[in-house]
């Protein structure tokens, strides 16, 4: 009942972030994601030209839960705060 004692509920900062330099913007991290918290975004040129696809984390609608991390082949994603073998930890924990 202690979490209720507050007027608010808060939750832990983690969320992931993609590193948008290395991105293959295969998508699978928004294709996995339960949360739709994965936004494909254009990169436009200065003509409006675009050049490429990137993905962007919605920290609104993310809740931290790793499976982007899990299923990102080009190893792109992170949790903030996590290491990736902290991520695979958990993960298998729940198998």
Request: hydrophobic share 35%.
């Amino acid at each position: 009942m202690i979490m209720f004692s507050q007027p608010m509920l808060t939750r832990d900062p983690e969320i992931a972030k993609v590193d948008e330099q290395c991105y293959a913007a295969c998508f699978a991290c928004g294709k996995a994601c339960p949360y739709n918290a994965i936004e494909r975004l254009e990169v436009k040129d200065r003509q409006g030209n675009v050049v490429k696809w990137t993905a962007r984390v919605n920290p609104g609608l993310c809740t931290g839960c790793g499976t982007c991390v899990a299923v990102c082949p080009s190893k792109c994603v992170d949790l903030e705060g996590f290491t990736e073998q902290q991520v695979y930890a958990q993960i298998e924990s729940l198998g």
